[in-house]
């Protein structure tokens, strides 16, 4: 079945930097896009960043643009954020999904909490 496990979140203080995994089996890895969410205490699931199957072309939200790193290794089904120069904005329980079969995000993991200290 499918499964993304992410990893790597916890709590640190303002302008550190925090690297999060995502494990993914069950699917066609290599051939799909994959996107980290972040969903901020009282606010909707946001998409944070994304990179492409083949051309490996990312996206940005605009308030990580030039922080944050997304990138991915397709020989062993993981996907990475690399967050640098954390602020407390970056605050939030941190998804990884996938688009598996459709152009919608359909699957998604537990999440892994962030928590940036100022």
């Known amino acids: 079945q499918v499964q993304l496990v992410e990893s790597g979140g916890g709590l640190v203080q303002a302008g550190d930097s925090l690297r999060l995994s995502c494990a993914a089996s069950g699917f066609a890895f290599m051939r799909t896009t994959m996107g980290w969410f972040r969903q901020a205490p009282g606010e909707e699931r946001k998409l944070v960043a994304s990179i492409s199957s083949i051309a490996f072309s990312t996206y940005y939200a605009d308030s990580v643009k030039g922080r944050f790193i997304i990138s991915r290794d397709n020989a062993k089904n993981t996907v990475y954020l690399q967050m640098n120069s954390m602020n407390p904005d970056d605050t939030g329980v941190y998804y990884c999904?996938?688009?598996?079969?459709?152009?919608?995000?359909?699957?998604w993991g537990q999440g892994t909490q962030v928590t940036v200290s100022s």
């Open positions: 999904a996938a688009k598996t079969r459709s152009d919608r995000y359909d699957r």
